[in-house]
């Protein structure tokens, strides 16, 4: 009985792997692929549907120096994980450069996911380090607040203070777990 229920989880665990793995590839080949006039109209597309969600965004669109948009990241992992996507640098309604954001993970962690993600630099010395550096790590350099329902609320024109916001949104699929992560955001040549 042991053997047999042990070999089931191993069949299930194996599948849900090639699956993930099936997943992942497909949508991130999706996203390698993308031209840069596909890249542009889908950024401008995922802004509009952030603001319409969340007015905060739109209200710091204002007054930001210039937005970093990925429309379309992808996740997944299985223990290590990985995500990838592509987005640009706007600056007013101008897209200025292309860049690139990675993120890898360990932890315990399973599934499949994609999700959009924005980040509002208010002030020129961010736009400048995410400009200057051959790849910007989260966490080091300008301070980045991810902004969820409960920081929106606290937020206002007086209080806002930080070199940059950032929001997910538009996320589909399934990830669970608790990992550490690291990001590198980096220019791309288009």
């Known amino acids: 009985m042991y053997t047999i229920q042990y070999s089931i989880q191993r069949k299930f665990l194996a599948l849900v ?33 952030l603001y319409k969600t969340e007015p905060l965004a739109e209200q710091l669109s204002r007054t930001a120096k210039a937005v970093l948009v990925f429309p379309n990241m992808v ?33 315990l962690q399973i599934g499949a996911q994609s999700y959009g993600y924005a980040m509002f630099l208010m002030t020129d010395e961010a736009v400048r380090y995410v400009e200057d550096t051959k790849g910007w790590e989260i ?22 203070q930080d070199d940059a916001y950032a929001f997910i949104f538009s996320q ?4 669970a777990g608790v990992s550490i992560e690291g990001t590198k955001i980096s220019k791309i040549i288009r």
């Not at 607040?145 to 206002?156: Q, T």
């Open 17 to 49: 792997i090639a699956m993930t793995s099936i997943v992942a590839i497909g949508v991130m080949s999706q996203a390698i692929a993308a031209t840069a006039e596909d890249l542009d109209r889908d950024s401008r597309q995922a802004l509009q549907t």
């Open 75 to 107: 996740k997944a992992g299985f223990v290590f994980g990985g995500s990838y996507g592509e987005g640009v640098l706007l600056r007013g309604s101008n897209v200025v450069d292309y860049y690139n954001s990675v993120t890898g993970s360990w932890g």
């Open 139 to 160: 966490g080091v350099g300008p301070t980045v607040v991810v902004v969820d329902e409960g920081v929106a609320k606290n937020l206002s024109s007086s209080s806002l």
């Open 172 to 175: 589909q699929g399934l990830m």
